[in-house]
């Protein structure tokens, strides 16, 4: 039987991270030792939490449409999941293992349809909702999901037609209104979309069953489902692992719960305390810092079904009792355009106008880097925001910056408690780590830069159906089984992770290493520079060739107050001629993933497709 009192699962407390006088004071060092720590199926974990806390009666999800609320006590949210739960079980006869995809926006729908799957063991599979027909196809294909709840509209952007070629044999469509109790006219002034008359009450390769009625006419029972929290799968995710390629990343109950438990005294959380859902619930990092972490940890979770505008933001949070504080989880690119809204009505004038700046107490920024020039302006306005790191194979926190004690900006932050890391030759794991953290080790520095790699009880089971990928991206050394990330950096000598980039990133330029996010954070002191990307393209004569792509501030325009060649010359000016852009196109946006990251290679791509057709490239 597995227990964090593994080899396996502890830590060398002679790290470096442990001894050089940054960790926070409090923080336990190994996961076993974290108050409360109890690894058991998730169903099982929330109803310990309930009971630990005294939260049954208390509000736990909080539902925002526009200027509409509704708040679901967490008895009620218990009773509409093991209704769910209930039905999947005795009416479809679903089964623990059995895989059920969830394609819905952040909702209470999804928390219920959620917590329905962990109640009778089966997997849900997160879905993003803004997949295109074959996307969702490709997705459903490689679980062999036979459930499918979904948004009643998405269903006629596509679905429809590529039910019958996957496994799903039931359809669960569902609408925002489901769980509301506001009267009939208030709905209807929401004008919250439906498409309940487009879709058929049955089809000759799948059953329809309706979320509203589910919950109306099934009576709860109680099931008892054998989980192994450690051996059995609790999530299917989609992700493009450390290649690049779709895979299918499997979380156990015990990857999930575990990291859960890591993250809650580095960021001293609290039952009551208000956690922001404006980030993806079918992603892992609004999954487990937002929604498990509110059901495990009893906190409240606010949920926006999309991020909504910092006006409305704002309004929201007014009307919001949260006397233990607020936390605000995202990606860097809702923290810039808060502080750019804060900016535009003025500090004073935002302040007197909303009370968000008062009540809220941390954010934790992810899915990327975050830039000083981000960081900081927020802090001035807000309060600390401390950067985290992790993957969709890591449930999925590693690091995390220390939120208070002594920090250093433009890093990854310390692994948090249970987890290990080390830096290893990206093309040769099996030669060792090349630093480990240890002072007999000592090699610290930029100079011994290497595949970021991480150890713990956080890392997935592995990818689902493939193997190869298993034997290439997890390995074993020293006891440990090391989950390979792809990112490429370096440690210093406190322990701190700094990433150059993506292996897959790297720009070759005459044979020098090109940090792509090194040049970006370099570009965005530029004062005329709001937004930047950078790629590589192929290049005859030095092999490839870095090219920028740029949002202007708002007041320049080229042509007007700036030319695409000054640019050019400032980066000359401010970086090695090998870094410096040879090209620089000014862009109206950026292509972005629906969690904010900037999606480089679609950039990249465009121009390759156009420089193989012989076409002209911008810059």
Same mark, same amino acid.
């Not at 009620?76 to 394609?103: N, P």
């Not at 009307?319 to 995202?330: L, V």
């Not at 290493?513 to 709001?530: F, N, Q, R, T, W």
């Given at each position: 039987?597995?227990?964090?009192?593994?080899?396996?699962?502890?830590?060398?407390?002679?790290?470096?991270?442990?001894?050089?006088?940054?960790?926070?004071?409090?923080?336990?060092?190994?996961? *076993?030792?974290?108050?409360?720590?109890?690894?058991?199926?998730?169903?099982?974990?929330?109803?310990?939490?309930?009971?630990?806390?005294?939260?049954?009666?208390?509000?736990?999800?909080?539902?925002?449409?526009?200027?509409?609320?509704?708040?679901?006590?967490?008895?009620?949210?218990?009773?509409?999941?093991?209704?769910?739960?209930?039905?999947?079980?005795?009416?479809?006869?679903?089964?623990?293992?059995?895989?059920?995809?969830?394609?819905?926006?952040?909702?209470?729908?999804?928390?219920?349809?959620?917590?329905?799957?962990?109640?009778?063991?089966?997997?849900?599979?997160?879905?993003?909702?803004?997949?295109?027909?074959?996307?969702?196809?490709?997705?459903?294909?490689?679980?062999?999901?036979?459930?499918?709840?979904?948004?009643?509209?998405?269903?006629?952007? !596509?679905?429809?037609?590529?039910?019958?070629?996957?496994?799903?044999?039931?359809?669960?469509?569902?609408?925002?209104?489901?769980?509301?109790?506001?009267?009939?006219?208030?709905?209807?002034?929401?004008?919250?979309?439906?498409?309940?008359?487009?879709?058929?009450?049955?089809?000759?390769?799948?059953?329809?069953?309706?979320?509203?009625?589910?919950?109306?006419?099934?009576?709860? *029972?109680?099931?008892?489902?054998?989980?192994?929290?450690?051996?059995?799968?609790?999530?299917?995710?989609?992700?493009?692992?450390?290649? !690049?390629?779709?895979?299918?990343?499997?979380?156990?109950?015990?990857?999930?719960?575990?990291?859960?438990?890591?993250?809650?005294?580095?960021?001293? /959380?609290?039952?009551?305390?208000?956690?922001?859902?404006?980030?993806?619930?079918?992603?892992?990092?609004?999954?487990?810092?937002?929604?498990? !972490?509110?059901?495990?940890?009893?906190?409240?979770? /606010?949920?926006?079904?999309?991020?909504?505008?910092?006006?409305?933001?704002?309004?929201?949070?007014?009307?919001?009792?949260?006397?233990?504080?607020?936390?605000?989880?995202?990606?860097?690119?809702?923290?810039?355009?808060?502080?750019?809204?804060?900016?535009?009505?003025?500090?004073?004038?935002?302040?007197?106008?909303?009370?968000?700046?008062?009540?809220?107490?941390?954010?934790?920024?992810?899915?990327?880097?975050?830039?000083?020039?981000?960081?900081?302006?927020?802090?001035?306005?807000?309060?600390?925001?401390?950067? !985290?790191?992790?993957?969709?194979?890591?449930?999925?926190?590693?690091?995390?910056?220390?939120?208070?004690?002594?920090?250093?900006?433009?890093?990854?932050?310390?692994?948090?408690?249970?987890?290990?890391?080390?830096?290893?030759?990206?093309?040769?794991?099996?030669?060792?780590?090349?630093?480990?953290?240890?002072?007999?080790?000592?090699?610290?520095?930029?100079?011994?830069?290497?595949?970021?790699?991480?150890?713990?009880?956080?890392?997935?089971?592995?990818?689902?159906?493939?193997?190869?990928?298993?034997?290439?991206?997890?390995?074993?050394?020293?006891?440990?089984?090391?989950?390979?990330?792809?990112?490429?950096?370096?440690?210093?000598?406190?322990?701190?992770?700094?990433?150059?980039?993506?292996?897959?990133?790297?720009?070759?330029?005459?044979?020098?290493?090109?940090?792509?996010?090194?040049?970006?954070?370099?570009?965005?002191?530029?004062?005329?520079?709001?937004?930047?990307?950078?790629?590589?393209?192929?290049?005859?004569?030095?092999?490839?060739?870095?090219?920028?792509?740029?949002?202007?501030?708002?007041?320049?325009?080229?042509?007007?107050?700036?030319?695409?060649?000054?640019?050019?010359?400032?980066?000359?000016?401010?970086?090695?001629?090998?870094?410096?852009?040879?090209?620089?196109?000014?862009?109206? *946006?950026?292509?972005?993933?629906?969690?904010?990251?900037?999606?480089?290679?679609?950039?990249?791509?465009?121009?390759?497709?156009?420089?193989?057709?012989?076409?002209?490239?911008?810059?």
């Amino acid at each position: 039987m597995t227990s964090l009192n593994d080899k396996e699962y502890l830590v060398d407390e002679n790290k470096v991270w442990f001894t050089g006088g940054y960790w926070p004071e409090g923080v336990p060092k190994q996961l *076993k030792d974290v108050e409360g720590i109890d690894i058991t199926p998730l169903w099982k974990g929330f109803i310990k939490s309930a009971d630990d806390y005294g939260i049954w009666d208390s509000d736990i999800c909080i539902f925002a449409y526009g200027s509409y609320m509704e708040r679901v006590k967490l008895r009620k949210l218990f009773e509409y999941a093991k209704k769910f739960g209930t039905f999947l079980y005795h009416t479809l006869g679903i089964r623990k293992g059995d895989v059920v995809a969830i394609d819905l926006p952040n909702s209470i729908n999804f928390v219920v349809a959620y917590m329905g799957c962990q109640y009778i063991g089966a997997i849900v599979q997160g879905i993003n909702p803004t997949y295109k027909p074959m996307e969702l196809l490709h997705a459903l294909t490689m679980t062999k999901a036979k459930v499918l709840v979904l948004m009643d509209m998405l269903y006629i952007a !596509g679905p429809a037609t590529i039910l019958p070629k996957t496994s799903i044999k039931y359809l669960i469509p569902s609408n925002f209104t489901d769980f509301l109790t506001a009267d009939e006219e208030t709905i209807q002034q929401l004008g919250i979309p439906s498409a309940k008359d487009k879709i058929p009450s049955e089809t000759e390769d799948y059953k329809v069953y309706w979320m509203n009625q589910i919950i109306k006419e099934t009576e709860p *029972k109680d099931i008892t489902v054998d989980i192994d929290p450690w051996a059995d799968p609790a999530v299917y995710l989609m992700t493009g692992g450390t290649t !690049g390629l779709p895979k299918v990343a499997m979380l156990s109950h015990a990857n999930l719960i575990s990291n859960l438990y890591m993250i809650k005294p580095w960021t001293n /959380l609290e039952p009551g305390m208000v956690t922001i859902g404006s980030i993806p619930f079918f992603h892992s990092f609004g999954l487990t810092c937002v929604m498990s !972490g509110a059901l495990s940890l009893g906190m409240q979770m /606010l949920l926006f079904p999309k991020p909504p505008s910092d006006d409305v933001l704002s309004e929201t949070i007014n009307k919001i009792d949260a006397p233990q504080g607020i936390i605000y989880t995202g990606v860097e690119m809702l923290f810039k355009r808060l502080t750019d809204y804060v900016d535009e009505l003025g500090v004073e004038a935002y302040k007197k106008k909303y009370d968000f700046t008062e009540k809220l107490k941390y954010a934790t920024q992810g899915a990327g880097p975050l830039h000083d020039y981000v960081r900081i302006p927020f802090e001035n306005i807000f309060c600390p925001i401390r950067v !985290g790191y992790g993957l969709t194979e890591t449930s999925p926190v590693v690091s995390i910056a220390p939120f208070w004690g002594p920090n250093k900006s433009g890093k990854l932050g310390l692994p948090i408690p249970g987890t290990d890391w080390a830096i290893f030759d990206s093309e040769n794991f099996e030669a060792g780590p090349i630093c480990d953290g240890t002072l007999e080790k000592n090699n610290f520095g930029v100079e011994h830069t290497g595949e970021i790699c991480v150890a713990g009880p956080q890392i997935m089971l592995g990818y689902l159906g493939k193997q190869k990928e298993l034997e290439d991206n997890l390995k074993m050394w020293g006891g440990k089984r090391w989950l390979l990330t792809g990112d490429i950096g370096f440690m210093d000598e406190h322990g701190f992770c700094e990433i150059r980039d993506r292996k897959k990133s790297l720009i070759k330029v005459s044979g020098h290493s090109v940090y792509p996010k090194e040049v970006e954070e370099l570009m965005g002191h530029h004062p005329a520079i709001d937004q930047v990307a950078v790629a590589g393209l192929p290049d005859e004569s030095t092999g490839e060739k870095v090219k920028a792509w740029v949002i202007l501030k708002k007041g320049f325009k080229v042509g007007k107050n700036i030319e695409v060649e000054d640019i050019k010359k400032w980066c000359l000016e401010n970086m090695a001629k090998w870094k410096s852009p040879r090209l620089v196109e000014v862009a109206r *946006k950026l292509p972005v993933s629906i969690t904010g990251k900037v999606q480089r290679r679609e950039l990249q791509e465009k121009d390759i497709t156009k420089m193989e057709s012989g076409k002209e490239i911008k810059g």
